[in-house]
C-alpha cells in the first residue's frame, strides 16, 4: 500500500487535475513560480537559522556579562 503525504492531499484538494497530472509524472508548467518559491523559501530558511544563532549568542552574552558583574561585586565586597 502506497502513503498518501498531506502535501498530496492539499493538492487534490485546491485542484483535482494538477493532482492527477503529478501522479501522471508530468510536469508542472509553472515552473518559474516553482523556482521561485523554492529560493524565497530558502533565503527565509537561512534567516531563520541566523536569528536563532543570533538570540543564542545575545544570550550567551547577557549570561557573561551577568557572570563578570557577579565577579565584580564579590570582588568589591571582599576589599
Same mark, same amino acid.
Given at each position: 500500500?502506497?502513503?498518501?503525504?498531506?502535501?498530496?492531499? +492539499?493538492?487534490?484538494?485546491f485542484?483535482?487535475?494538477a !493532482? !492527477?497530472?503529478?501522479?501522471q =509524472?508530468?510536469?508542472a508548467?509553472?515552473?518559474?513560480?516553482?523556482? =521561485?518559491?523554492?529560493s524565497?523559501?530558502?533565503?527565509?530558511?537561512?534567516?531563520?537559522?541566523?536569528a +536563532?544563532? !543570533?538570540?543564542?549568542?545575545? $544570550?550567551?552574552? =547577557?549570561? %557573561? $556579562?551577568? $557572570? $563578570?558583574?557577579a565577579? =565584580?561585586l564579590?570582588q %568589591?565586597? %571582599?576589599k
Amino acid at each position: 500500500m502506497r502513503t498518501i503525504r498531506a502535501s498530496e492531499i +492539499g493538492l487534490y484538494l485546491f485542484c483535482r487535475r494538477a !493532482w !492527477w497530472c503529478q501522479q501522471q =509524472g508530468l510536469p508542472a508548467q509553472n515552473q518559474a513560480e516553482l523556482a =521561485g518559491g523554492t529560493s524565497y523559501h530558502n533565503t527565509h530558511s537561512r534567516q531563520v537559522f541566523l536569528a +536563532g544563532a !543570533w538570540r543564542a549568542a545575545a $544570550a550567551l552574552l =547577557g549570561l %557573561l $556579562a551577568l $557572570a $563578570a558583574l557577579a565577579v =565584580g561585586l564579590v570582588q %568589591l565586597l %571582599l576589599k
